[in-house]
Every structure is written in C-alpha cells, then in structure tokens.
C-alpha cells in the first residue's frame, strides 16, 4: 500500500483488488491475520513479530484513498479504542499516527493526533539514523512539519548517502539498504528536495 500510496494510485483494478483484500483481511476486533509462525521461520527483524497495528495503519490508507466502508472503519476503531496514545512516540508507532491522520473519524480524534503530532520532532532526533521522513510509511509525518525541518532531516539522510550510493542503515540487514535508498530517493523527490 505503501507504493501504491507514493505513485499516487487511488482508482483501478490494481486498488480495488488491494481494497477488497484488506476488507475481508480485517477482523471483526480490528486486527489482522499475522502468520507469526511462517513470519519466524525466515530471516526477518524482530518487530514483525508484533503486527498489532497493521489494521490502522491500512485504515489510514484507505481513508487517505477515500476508499473503504463505514464497516470497515468501525473495525478499525475497535483497534483503536484497546490503543493508549504514547508518551513519547517510538519509531514504529507509525500505524496509528495514519489512523488519526487519514481515517474518516479523524476529527473525533483531533486531540489525541495533535498530541501525537508534537511528539515528531523528538522522534526524529531519537532516531535519526532511521531517517523515518524519507522511508515508507513514516514520510507522513512530513505533512504536519514545518517545511525547514524536513529540508533539515534532508539533508542529513543525503549526508549518509556512502561512497557507493548506497544510504547507511542502522540494521544489519544488508537486503534492506537498498530498499531504504531507493525509498529516500523516491521520497526527496516526492517533497521536491532533490534540487
């Protein structure tokens, strides 16, 4: 969905398919089906063992796509609802930040997105070897900060770009550098950054 969501897609056979998908993938409670045991069986990093938020985090995007049920926006409330919004926000509570930012009920959520929303910055300081602006789906954030901030955050992800092209990573997962440099090029050039 992410791709999807960079290429600007909102119509067609491609995202019907992935709608229709996600709405009969989605529980009634809200979550997803999350095959932990395949999951663990392949080299993988230890948060997708955890994929509580996933039913959000489609919600989002479906909302942002103004696709998707009143049905199905319930469910995902119900997701929502057992959810405390955090005190600091970590690098992988992305889910929840599209739930309030794209979902039809979002303005039942005004309070809790605008805490959320003053908690960026020091998220992107905490985790700056991340480069959560310019890697799938945390470039989201992007749209609620101050322009010069992500000119800032910018700059330092093509300060990290090595001899090679290739942007450091802070895994030691070889096969995920050169997903994370495609995705930052695609995103400086999304935001108009490449200049």
Same mark, same amino acid.
């Given at each position: 969905?992410?791709?999807?969501?960079?290429?600007?897609?909102?119509?067609?056979?491609?995202?019907?398919?992935?709608?229709?998908?996600?709405?009969?993938?989605?529980?009634?409670?809200?979550?997803?089906?999350?095959?932990?045991?395949?999951?663990?069986?392949?080299?993988?990093?230890?948060?997708?063992?955890?994929?509580?938020?996933?039913?959000?985090?489609?919600?989002?995007?479906?909302?942002?796509?103004?696709?998707?049920?009143?049905?199905?926006?319930?469910?995902?409330?119900?997701?929502?609802?057992?959810?405390?919004?955090?005190?600091?926000?970590?690098?992988?509570?992305?889910?929840?930040?599209?739930?309030?930012?794209?979902?039809?009920?979002?303005?039942?959520? =005004?309070?809790?997105?605008?805490?959320? %929303?003053?908690? @960026? &910055?020091?998220? #992107?300081?905490?985790?700056?070897?991340?480069?959560? $602006?310019?890697?799938?789906?945390?470039?989201?954030?992007?749209?609620?900060?101050?322009?010069?901030?992500?000119?800032?955050?910018?700059?330092?992800?093509? =300060?990290?770009?090595?001899?090679?092209? %290739?942007?450091? @990573? &802070?895994?030691? #997962?070889?096969?995920?550098?050169?997903?994370?440099? $495609?995705?930052?090029?695609?995103?400086?050039?999304?935001?108009?950054?490449?200049?």
């Amino acid at each position: 969905m992410s791709y999807i969501d960079g290429l600007g897609a909102r119509e067609g056979e491609m995202v019907g398919d992935v709608e229709r998908w996600i709405v009969n993938a989605l529980r009634q409670d809200g979550s997803m089906f999350h095959p932990r045991s395949e999951v663990v069986s392949y080299p993988h990093g230890s948060w997708w063992e955890d994929d509580s938020g996933s039913g959000l985090a489609v919600a989002g995007f479906l909302g942002k796509w103004g696709r998707g049920s009143r049905e199905f926006f319930a469910r995902a409330e119900k997701t929502f609802t057992t959810r405390d919004i955090p005190d600091e926000l970590g690098k992988y509570d992305y889910p929840l930040y599209m739930y309030l930012r794209r979902s039809p009920d979002a303005d039942n959520h =005004a309070n809790a997105f605008a805490s959320m %929303g003053k908690m @960026i &910055p020091a998220m #992107l300081d905490k985790f700056a070897s991340h480069h959560p $602006l310019f890697v799938f789906p945390y470039r989201w954030y992007s749209e609620d900060l101050d322009r010069d901030l992500v000119v800032a955050k910018a700059k330092a992800a093509v =300060a990290d770009l090595q001899e090679d092209g %290739g942007l450091k @990573i &802070p895994y030691d #997962l070889s096969w995920w550098r050169t997903i994370w440099t $495609l995705q930052l090029l695609v995103s400086l050039e999304s935001c108009r950054l490449l200049e």
